[in-house]
């Protein structure tokens, strides 16, 4: 796939998308993830819940990417905007965050101004 650049009015009109897909998977994981807890089970019963909850964040992943974003933990995505990422994190209204392409999440800084650099 062709890297996408990502300007950050763009980003910002697609991330209620891309919380909804989050937030529905999340859920979904949450679910059978309290199953696994409370539950007894057969060896082979929570192996196949294991598998369910690894299918899940895979297809949550592959949903992602095939929108040009950047998946780089669990429920947490980058935007490419040719200078460094866009960062946004499940439970952040918006799109508040950005880092170099070396800085990681480590580096997150708060979006102070968006210029035409960037658009």
């Known amino acids: 796939m062709e890297r996408k650049i990502w300007t950050y009015e763009d980003a ?3 991330l209620p998308y891309v ?3 989050t937030e529905e998977f999340y859920e979904t994981v949450g679910k059978v993830h309290q199953e696994l807890k409370t539950g007894l089970y057969q060896e082979n019963e929570q ?3 294991e598998a369910k909850v ?3 964040l895979t297809d949550w992943s592959s949903k992602i990417r095939e929108l040009g974003i950047e998946v780089k933990g ?4 980058d935007f490419d905007n040719g200078k460094g990422y866009y960062c946004w ?3 952040e209204e ?3 965050f950005e880092h170099g392409y070396d800085e990681g999440f480590a580096g997150r ?4 101004n968006i210029d035409e650099d960037y658009e």
């Open 12 to 14: 910002r009109k697609i």
């Open 19 to 21: 919380r909804s897909i």
């Open 47 to 49: 192996e196949a819940m």
């Open 54 to 56: 690894e299918w899940l």
């Open 74 to 77: 669990l429920w947490l995505v």
């Open 89 to 91: 994190h499940l439970g």
């Open 94 to 96: 918006d799109l508040l």
């Open 109 to 112: 800084k708060p979006i102070q």
